[in-house]
């Protein structure tokens, strides 16, 4: 389990996206850094056909949903 500790307001761009540093904490109580896609651009794909994901959910189930 990783748990939200802090967000930089720094944004970068790769192909389709900005992405954006989050720190979290493991279940250990340990911090560390991942990138994370704070806003989608462009299509991105699932299955090979074109997808447009959420940005954000309040569960998995409605994450996925179309």
């Known amino acids: 389990m ?4 802090d967000i930089n307001n720094t944004k970068i761009f790769t192909t389709g996206a ?4 989050m720190k979290v904490k493991d ?8 990138w ?3 806003e989608f651009v462009d299509d991105s794909f699932k299955d090979g ?3 447009n994901p959420k940005e954000k959910a309040e569960s998995l189930e409605i994450l996925f949903t179309e």
Do not use: M, R
Request: glycine share 4%; charged share 10%.
């Open 49 to 51: 056909e074109v997808y």
């Open 36 to 38: 994370t896609v704070s």
């Open 2 to 5: 990783i748990y939200f500790a």
């Open 27 to 34: 279940v250990n109580g340990n911090d560390f850094w991942i």
């Open 18 to 21: 900005y992405l954006q540093p």
